[in-house]
């Protein structure tokens, strides 16, 4: 049974930063490819930063390059997702999953964890 739970969001000015975190249980995600997706309300969860199972490559959305690092520890099936730069355009619920490089995410997500910017 895989399980995925993300923290590590909250109310943060712009310009500010979050560090958000995704403990992953499942004996197969600590060499899957890994991502963090966010969610509008209504819309549907897009992919924003992804890491290879190797953790040597990442992949970013052209809205948060340069601004978000994805990172992992594979040892503690950690997922981490630096978010700096932080835009009132960023506020969503922020999810992990499988992802990248065509990897499509497992059927059971998370809770999710609401980033909001807003001064």
């Known amino acids: 049974q895989v399980q995925l739970v993300e923290s590590g969001g909250g109310l943060v000015q712009p310009g500010g930063s979050l560090r958000l975190s995704c403990a992953a249980s499942?004996?197969?995600?600590?060499?899957?490819?890994m991502g963090w997706y966010r969610q509008y309300p209504g819309k549907q969860r897009k992919l924003v930063a992804a890491i290879s199972g190797s953790g040597r490559l990442t992949n970013y959305a052209d809205s948060v390059k340069g601004r978000f690092t994805i990172s992992r520890y594979r040892a503690k099936n950690t997922v981490y997702l630096q978010l700096n730069s932080l835009k009132p355009e960023d506020t969503a619920v922020y999810y992990c999953?499988?992802?990248?490089?065509?990897?499509?995410?497992?059927?059971?997500w998370g809770q999710g964890t609401q980033v909001t910017v807003s001064s």
């Open positions: 999953n499988r992802g990248g490089w065509g990897t499509p995410p497992v059927a059971s």
């Open positions: 499942g004996s197969t995600l600590s060499i899957n490819n």
